[in-house]
T-cell receptor, first 112, second 118 residues
Framework: DAKTTQPPSMDCAEGRAANLPCNHSTISGNEYVYWYRQIHSQGPQYIIHGLKNNETNEMASLIITEDRKSSTLILPHATLRDTAVYYCIVRGQSYNTDKLIFGTGTRLQVFP | GAVVSQHPSWVICKSGTSVKIECRSLDFQATTMFWYRQFPKQSLMLMATSNEGSKATYEQGVEKDKFLINHASLTLSTLTVTSAHPEDSSFYIC??????????????FGPGTRLTVL
């Protein structure tokens, strides 16, 4: 039972912002939204996470809607090295709900 | 972020043999480690969760007698695929987490091990 819904694929021109959407309409009050990415044949890499406020770090920004039913990961200036599968994951903080369960993700292709 | 290593990075074995994969947290103590499996063009599937010093908890549908997990120390977990068959060929990824009450428990992933069973 998937907790998140993401488009299967997206394209983005190099240097432009990549906006990756995620729906998590059944998220509960104590669950966080996490984003990971996986470059081909590598282990997943943590990007960012948030609860209700927007978050920004050196890699990306995370915008969470007020009702928390959806979010958007923003890569402000995409490069070719950002080509990867991006996973949006809802994760709890208590035992048995704090596992990272991966959905199908969004395959982002950055082109020159 | 913290570093998690896996060894070997790839392995080829004959059908019927057993293969051991190691997962190490290099610069932190991992109270919890996770094992995932990923088939080509598919997402990661969680196989099991192990806490140091305890028996692993397997996800539904994962055979615990086939995939033996040991987490004997805070920096090492091993996955042994027993009597491997070609359908066990996959990309196995471990991740490690330091679990501390009240702290943000980020989960770090290893680079993965590609297993090919002939």
């Amino acid at each position: 039972d998937a907790k998140t819904t993401q488009p299967p694929s997206m394209d983005c021109a190099e240097g432009r912002a990549a906006n990756l959407p995620c729906n998590h309409s059944t998220i509960s009050g104590n669950e966080y939204v996490y984003w990971y990415r996986q470059i081909h044949s590598q282990g997943p890499q943590y990007i960012i996470h948030g609860l209700k406020n927007n978050e920004t770090n050196e890699m990306a920004s995370l915008i969470i809607t007020e009702d928390r039913k959806s979010s958007t990961l923003i890569l402000p200036h995409a490069t070719l090295r950002d080509t990867a599968v991006y996973y949006c994951i809802v994760r709890g903080q208590s035992y048995n709900t704090d596992k990272l369960i991966f959905g199908t993700g969004t395959r982002l292709q950055v082109f020159p | 972020g913290a570093v998690v290593s896996q060894h070997p990075s790839w392995v080829i074995c004959k059908s019927g043999t057993s293969v051991k994969i190691e997962c190490r947290s290099l610069d932190f103590q991992a109270t919890t480690m996770f094992w995932y499996r990923q088939f080509p063009k598919q997402s990661l599937m969680l196989m099991a969760t192990s806490n140091e010093g305890s028996k692993a908890t397997y996800e539904q549908g994962v055979e615990k007698d086939k995939f033996l997990i040991n987490h004997a120390s805070l920096t090492l977990s091993t996955l042994t695929v027993t009597s491997a068959h070609p359908e066990d060929s996959s990309f196995y990824i471990c991740s490690a987490r330091y679990t501390k009450r009240g702290a943000y428990n980020e989960q770090f992933f290893g680079p993965g091990t590609r297993l090919t069973v002939l």
